[in-house]
C-alpha cells in the first residue's frame, strides 16, 4: 500500500508570493492534517480536512489555507509569504474517525523563503 | 490548550542498552498517546500508541507506559541498535485528530 505522498519535495519562494502544496493521503484514508515543523517551534498543527470540509484548526494566520477534494487528496496554501514560513511542512492521513486515529505522516515539502 | 514537555532533548547511549523518554501533558482530555521516530530527511513515523484506557503496551524491543492521574507517559526502548538512531517525539490526542508534540529527544545510539 503506498504512503502518504508530498509534492513538491523542495520549493524556494521570495517573500510576497504565494505557495500551494500538495498531499495525497492513503488509499481509504479520509482525513488529511498538516503540521508545520520548524527548529524553533517544532511540529505544529495547522488544520484538518475530513470529507472536503475544515474539521479542526491550529493558532495560525488566515495566509494560511487549505483545501480538500473530493478523492481525499488535500491542498494547503500559504499567500504573502513571509521569512518565517521557511518550515518543512508535513501531512498525515488517517482513515477519518473522531480521535484516537492512527496518523500517517508524509516525508513533507521543505519550503525556504528567500 | 495542551502543553506537551518530552525529556531529556538528547539522549546518548550504549548500543544494547536501554533508553527512556519522558513526557508530561497537561490537558486531562488527552486519550490518546502516540510516538513518532524521524530520520533525517523523513517525515514522522508512528512507531506505537497507546490509549487512556491502557497502562501499558509493548511491541517488541519498544514498550511504552501511561499514568492519567499523574499525566505522564514514557517510551522505552530495550537493547538498542544503531538504527535506533534518530529523532523521537511523543505527542497526545484528544477529540478530533489533532495532534500536539513534544519537542523531540535526539537519541544516538553509540556502536
Known amino acids: 500500500k503506498a504512503g502518504v505522498t508530498q509534492t513538491p519535495r523542495y520549493l524556494i519562494k521570495t517573500r510576497g508570493q504565494q505557495v500551494t502544496l500538495s498531499c495525497s493521503p492513503i488509499?481509504?484514508?479520509?482525513?488529511v492534517s498538516w503540521y508545520q515543523q520548524t527548529p524553533g517551534q517544532g511540529l505544529q498543527f495547522l488544520f484538518e480536512?475530513?470529507?472536503?470540509?475544515?474539521?479542526n484548526k491550529g493558532n495560525f494566520p488566515g495566509r494560511f489555507s487549505g483545501r480538500q477534494f473530493s478523492n481525499s487528496r488535500s491542498e494547503m496554501n500559504v499567500s504573502t509569504l513571509e521569512l518565517g514560513d521557511s518550515a518543512l511542512y508535513l501531512c498525515?492521513?488517517?482513515?477519518?474517525?473522531?480521535?484516537?486515529?492512527?496518523?500517517?505522516f508524509g516525508d513533507g515539502t521543505r519550503l525556504s523563503i528567500l | 490548550g495542551e502543553n506537551v514537555e518530552q525529556h531529556p532533548s538528547t539522549l546518548s547511549v550504549q548500543e544494547g542498552d536501554s533508553a527512556v523518554i519522558k513526557c508530561t501533558y497537561s490537558?486531562?482530555?488527552?486519550?490518546?498517546f502516540p510516538w513518532y521516530k524521524q530520520e533525517l530527511g523523513k517525515g514522522p513515523q508512528l512507531i506505537i500508541d497507546?490509549?487512556?484506557?491502557?497502562g501499558e503496551k509493548k511491541d517488541q524491543r519498544i514498550a511504552v507506559t501511561l499514568n492519567k492521574t499523574a499525566k505522564h507517559f514514557s517510551l522505552h526502548i530495550t537493547e538498542t541498535q544503531p538504527e535506533d538512531s534518530a529523532v523521537y517525539f511523543c505527542?497526545?490526542?484528544?477529540?478530533?485528530?489533532?495532534?500536539?508534540f513534544g519537542g523531540g529527544t535526539r537519541v544516538l545510539v553509540k556502536p
Open positions: 490537558d486531562s482530555a488527552s486519550n490518546y
Open positions: 498525515a492521513s488517517s482513515l477519518g474517525g473522531q480521535g484516537g486515529q492512527p496518523q500517517h
Open positions: 488509499s481509504g484514508h479520509r482525513s
Open positions: 505527542s497526545t490526542g484528544a477529540a478530533g485528530n489533532k495532534l500536539t
Open positions: 480536512y475530513f470529507s472536503e470540509t475544515q474539521r
Open positions: 497507546i490509549r487512556s484506557n491502557v
